[in-house]
């Protein structure tokens, strides 16, 4: 039983099974559940965080209702913050080329760790380590207002469709 819209896509497999007595159906039954299964396994996003761009099982609409836009992960290692100067790394994410402006990115995200306090930080954040997270089409910029120089380690994460 499902609780959403009418038109919604269910994640969720069904809990109650309830076999045929003919041979025949039932074969067509388990193809059908196996079918549900592997296409519901599939849709479930991937938890996998990689250095390279991955498929993460996410879909993105379009306007045509039946047709979706994979999208995709990757994680930038954006190494040592500064002392409120821009933070400026390469993400390649288009083989070297510009990413082009019709591309979308649904996500982006990221932590700095600053090793000797210990301390973790979110990227972009406000507060007393204030700073921004931006993309470009060739570039990961990072931009604090204050020092945070301390942190040596961060890393961002890119989610996006390419059109």
Known sequence: MSSGPINSVDNYLPQNVILPDDKEKRNLYFKNLLEDNIEMINRKETGSYEEIEQLNNQEYFTADPQIKRNVYRIVIDTGALLNVAP???????????????????TRIY???????????????NGGMHDCSLQVTATHV??????????????????EYVKF
């Open 141 to 158: 910029i990072i931009t604090p207002t204050v020092n945070l120089a301390a942190f040596t380690d961060s890393y961002v994460v890119l």
């Open 110 to 124: 990221g932590f700095a760790r600053d090793p000797v306090t210990p301390l973790w930080i979110p990227l972009s």
């Open 87 to 105: 933070t400026v790394v390469l993400h390649n994410l288009n083989e070297g080329v510009a990413v082009p402006a019709t591309w979308l990115f």
